[in-house]
């Protein structure tokens, strides 16, 4: 991806180990306070020419490894935000160099609402599958904080729509995004949410101060305590505990304090034993210890 994007890319953790498409940098959205993944990244969207010579490029070097990829992500932050006829150019210049499974993509709910069910019919006909929504958190009032541009009436209102159609998607829940003021409204608004909507994975991620972020000024100010670890631990347990659904439940992301993954759900018990014995066997100073460790080699991994 030289050429195409910074250092580090972002792809959705179930799409991981597909083949890497770049479409778009940044994200269009850009006004959540906790991130800044795309810190000083103007939205853009790449030339037709640039992709499929990028394609090109990596088919042969693809070819010299002695592997062809047939599931494909578009990056970056949202590429399902831009026009459905550009989208549609891209897929068919994957289609016309590789064999194709499925092509996925990172979408904001609201992208998915302002799209047409005829729009997103003509890209799924071309293989768009397993979206993956960033949703966040089912509170409203956690939403509006941090300035996420949709509420969670939207996030259920766009996976419904996907279901309809047949689109698989998974989603993204942050644990501690509501810091101590929010917690509970949080992980009780999350877990309604979840139990509304049937997405083929749930990825639990950890609410990270980035220094970069709006959200450490709020920090900073007293605007916002973040959780200690064994109350993020408390959210995660409440949640799962409240989750009723048949998924995939991924907290394996660094961020989190205890790498778990789960089908749910006949893993539930055993997800929900690891996590209580985590925390009963550790005191915060030992969970904090072991938070530290992981982030001093987090750029050696």
């Not at 831009?82 to 994957?94: A, C, D, P, R």
């Amino acid at each position: 991806m030289d050429g195409f994007y910074p250092m580090y890319m972002y792809t959705p953790m179930p799409e991981m180990h597909n083949e890497m498409v770049p479409v778009t940098s940044g994200c269009s959205y850009k006004k959540c306070l906790y991130c800044d993944l795309n810190y000083r990244q103007s939205f853009h969207i790449f030339k037709l020419e640039e992709i499929e010579e990028f394609l090109l490029e990596r088919k042969e070097k693809l070819k010299k490894m002695g592997r062809m990829p047939r599931r494909f992500t578009l990056l970056e932050g949202n590429p399902l935000c831009v026009k459905t006829e550009y989208l549609e150019s891209v897929m068919g210049l994957i289609h016309k160099h590789f064999e194709v499974d499925y092509i996925s993509m990172f979408a904001r709910a609201s992208d998915v609402l302002r799209k047409s069910d005829e729009e997103l019919l003509r890209l799924k006909k071309l293989g768009m599958d397993r979206l993956c929504l960033g949703l966040e958190s089912g509170s409203d009032e956690v939403l509006s904080f941090h300035m996420k541009g949709h509420s969670s009436h939207d996030s259920v209102r766009a996976c419904r729509k996907l279901e309809r159609l047949g689109i698989a998607y998974s989603v993204y829940i942050m644990l501690g995004l509501g810091g101590k003021t929010m917690s509970m409204e949080h992980r009780v608004q999350t877990a309604k949410m979840l139990n509304m909507i049937k997405p083929f994975e749930i990825v639990f991620v950890t609410t990270v101060i980035f220094k970069r972020a709006p959200l450490a000024d709020y920090v900073r100010e007293k605007k916002f305590v973040r959780l200690k670890v064994k109350e993020v631990l408390e959210e995660e347990i409440y949640i799962l505990e409240n989750l009723n659904i048949d998924t995939v439940v991924k907290a394996t992301h660094k961020t989190n304090p205890l790498p778990l993954l789960a089908k749910f759900p006949e893993g539930k018990e055993m997800m929900l034993e690891k996590l209580r014995k985590y925390y009963e066997e550790n005191d915060e100073k030992e969970l904090r210890a072991n938070e530290m460790r992981k982030w001093s080699i987090w750029d050696k991994e």
